[in-house]
Structures are given as structure tokens and as C-alpha cells.
């Protein structure tokens, strides 16, 4: 087995911050970005609500020669997180030259529904004769990991991951692996899913998931764990992390946030109507049991937290079970209820600056999850190893452990 793996480099598209410092600020500061939908028809929906990132920022951030247009919305989401996690890690101008083994793992839920979408309207509702040849390229899974790995000369493993809503964990999971079998020595991973699109929202909106009690109220809508909670927001997004051996980083002198311990997994079944509590147990601890961290060292817990009233009842429970005694004194919070259903870094960061990032709309607790859920303000505590859980609504459960990075010597080596 090749060294441990650490994580040297964030870059983040949020709903309520994009990049990685107003993301970190933003989940300090208790910040929604749920906002009413202004691009779809919601004239017939029952959830006029969603995290979204307006045109213009993406727009301006929009990476080489290609516009905004050029791209699935999930690759353009890749490319520019991608960049920046690699500008953050100091190897953005050097991908391509270095000679360690290198790839890029991407998870991802829905793909790329944009194109896909608009290509049936076009075809049969539009009735348009033809298809553009470039279609079938931007509508595949693979191709925001395959854009991503062209553009910076990343020609090593090239993946895509997908398990539901646990994709983003199962890409790290798996990079993880593919360091400690020396496999690979720096991968860029991350997950993107983009599901604001006129058909994909309306799916969603007919499982009744999606709250429906808060579309004058945006920013009060994501309300983990609180009494009245009544549906999850949906939401947009792409976080990306560097992840090294930890020796390549040490040679490059890199800055490291965290180290990635281990991750773990379950299957249920039966999520969509009645998620079930022994899957989610299962993957907390084979997530501790393949980080190899003791269960006491566990001082945080970053939770699914969906803002459904049976999901969060039951990963209570799940985590009181978990834990044991020491559940009383392990604060657990749900970011989500700042970003909606997405995914993000928040606990690398947190840990890094050292704070916890509250559970926001939590004025009145549901006294069935009776969690210290960091209501309403960040914390400021220093944390040395975090629990962060995703249960997703289609049966994949995944889970993984991150603790604070400890100072790496470098060796001297150079490029």
C-alpha cells in the first residue's frame, strides 16, 4: 500500500458562494442560497424554489476560448470548479508536465440533463429533422470528466462515478483507493449535478420531496431537523478537491486542508418511501472501521440532513446509534439547509478555520432529533476529525472521515 491521502486544493460553484472563500464565507455567516426559480416555468409546479447560480456569474468565469453555451451545464460547472481547486493546490500551469501518475474522478447523480433535455424537445416536440453532431459528446455521463482531463492534460485515470446522491463521497472514496494501491499520485475528484431543468424539477416536484410551504420564503425553506420541515430544496452545484499522496505533496511543499481517511457504503432499498436505519449505520461505521479511526475521535458530524421528516428522523436515530453515549456531546449540522440538495467542502474548511457550520432555520428543534445540531451560528471550536454522511433518495448511502491535516515535512524534491 502507496502512503496516506491527503487534500491540498478546494474549488467551489455553490448556490450561496462560488468559489472557495465567499463559500466559506457564506456557511460562517449562516447564508442561504435558496432563491424563487426565475429561469423554468413554474406555473404548474407545487415547488417554485431551488439553489441555483445565475448565468452571469458562470458566464464570467467561463474557462477558454468556448462561452457558457458551448458546454453541458455540468461541464461548464467541472471545468471551472476544476480550475479552481487546481489554482488552489498550485498546479493549475503544471498538470500537464508533471510526472506523477494523474487523473481525474468525477460523481455525478443526473449527468448531463441539459443536453439530453433539450435534444428531445428539439426532436420530438420540435419536430427538428436533424441532430447536431455534437450532441452525442455532450450528452454522455463521461464527458465533463473527459472535458475536464483534456483541458489540463490529465492523462491518467479519466472516471465518472454515479451513486445517486452519494456520488460526490463515492468519487472520493475511490480516488482514496486508487492512492493507497499506488494507482495514482494526484487526482482531481470531484461532484457536479446540475437538475434545474424544466422536465428534471418537474419529476422531482411530483415525489413530493420538495417543500412546498415556503415559495414566498426562500431562504426559510431548507430546515433540517427542525419541527414544521416540510420537503428538501433542490439544488445546483460542483465542489472539487485535489487529493494526493501524501509524499508528493510534502515534495511540492503543498498546503494540505485535510486527510482523506476513509469512506463507507450501504444499500437500502427501500430510501424513496421509507429510508431505513440499519443502511445508514452500516455506512458510518464501515466508514470509521476503514478510516481506521477510533470512534472516539470522531468530534463532528457533517449530516445528510435533507429536510424531509422521515429522513432526518431516522439518520437521528442512526447517528444516536452510532455513537452510543457519546452522541449528547458530538455536535451534527446539515449545511444543506444553507444550500439546498448539493453537495459541497464546508467540513475541510471548517476544520481548517476552525469552526462548524450551523444547521440555519432551526428555531424550533424537532424534539424526536435531539442532536446538538450547532443551531443557527457557526461555531468556533477546532475539530480534528469529522463524520460526513450522504443518503441518497435512490438507496445509495455513503459516508467518510476527514481529519485536520497535520503539518507535512517536504524533502526537497523538485519538478
Same mark, same amino acid.
Given at each position: ?159 465518472? $462515478?454515479? /451513486?445517486?446522491? @452519494? =456520488? ?5 472514496? &475511490?480516488?482514496?483507493?486508487? !492512492? +493507497? ?119 463532528? $458530524?457533517? /449530516?445528510?440532513? @435533507? =429536510? ?5 428522523? &431516522?439518520?437521528?436515530?442512526? !447517528? +444516536? ?95
Amino acid at each position: 500500500m502507496a502512503g496516506k491521502s491527503v487534500i491540498t486544493g478546494i474549488g467551489v460553484l455553490s448556490p450561496n458562494g462560488v468559489g472557495k472563500d465567499a463559500f466559506l464565507d457564506a456557511i460562517r455567516n449562516g447564508k442561504s442560497g435558496v432563491r424563487k426559480i426565475t429561469h423554468l416555468d413554474t406555473a404548474t409546479l407545487h415547488s417554485r424554489i431551488a439553489g441555483s447560480i445565475d448565468d452571469e456569474t458562470l458566464q464570467s468565469l467561463s474557462p477558454g476560448e468556448e462561452s457558457a453555451s458551448d458546454l453541458d451545464r455540468t461541464a461548464l460547472f467541472a471545468r471551472i470548479a476544476g480550475e479552481m481547486a487546481l489554482a488552489d493546490a498550485q498546479l493549475d500551469k503544471k498538470t500537464a508536465t508533471l510526472s506523477y501518475k494523474k487523473g481525474i474522478i468525477i460523481g455525478t447523480g443526473s449527468g448531463p440533463l441539459h443536453t439530453v433535455e433539450r435534444f428531445y424537445e428539439e426532436r420530438f416536440l420540435e419536430r427538428t429533422p436533424y441532430v447536431r453532431p455534437s450532441t452525442l459528446g455532450k450528452a454522455e455521463f463521461a464527458s465533463p470528466c473527459a472535458g475536464v482531463a483534456a483541458r489540463f492534460g490529465i492523462d491518467g485515470i479519466v472516471q465518472t $462515478v454515479s /451513486a445517486g446522491c @452519494a =456520488s460526490s463521497l463515492a468519487a472520493l472514496t &475511490v480516488a482514496h483507493s486508487y !492512492i +493507497r494501491m499506488g494507482m495514482a499520485d494526484i487526482l482531481l475528484v470531484g461532484g457536479v449535478d446540475c437538475p434545474l431543468t424544466q422536465h428534471s424539477f418537474r419529476m422531482w416536484d411530483s415525489l413530493r420531496l420538495l417543500t412546498r410551504d415556503f415559495n414566498n420564503a426562500p431562504e426559510s425553506a431548507s430546515r433540517p431537523f427542525a419541527l414544521g420541515r416540510s420537503g428538501m430544496v433542490l439544488s445546483e452545484g460542483c465542489g472539487f478537491v485535489v487529493m494526493e499522496r501524501e509524499e508528493v505533496a510534502a515534495e511540492r511543499g503543498a498546503e494540505v486542508y485535510a486527510d482523506f481517511l476513509g469512506g463507507g457504503f450501504s444499500y437500502d432499498p427501500e430510501a424513496l418511501t421509507n429510508p431505513g436505519e440499519d443502511f445508514q449505520v452500516q455506512a458510518m461505521k464501515s466508514a470509521i472501521f476503514n478510516a481506521k479511526a477510533p470512534q472516539k475521535e470522531i468530534g463532528y $458530524v457533517q /449530516a445528510s440532513g @435533507a =429536510s424531509v421528516h422521515i429522513n432526518d428522523l &431516522v439518520e437521528s436515530r442512526a !447517528i +444516536r446509534r452510532t455513537f452510543g453515549d457519546r452522541t449528547a456531546r458530538l455536535p451534527v449540522s446539515s449545511i444543506k439547509s444553507m444550500i439546498g440538495h448539493a453537495a459541497g467542502a464546508s467540513g475541510m474548511l471548517g476544520m481548517r478555520d476552525k469552526f462548524l457550520p450551523p444547521t440555519i432555520n432551526l428555531d424550533a428543534p424537532d424534539p424526536e432529533c435531539d442532536l446538538d445540531h450547532v443551531a443557527n451560528a457557526a461555531r468556533p471550536v477546532e475539530v480534528k476529525t469529522a463524520l460526513v454522511n450522504s443518503f441518497g433518495v435512490t438507496g445509495a448511502n455513503a459516508s467518510v472521515v476527514v481529519r485536520k491535516a497535520t503539518k507535512l515535512e517536504s524533502t526537497g524534491a523538485a519538478f
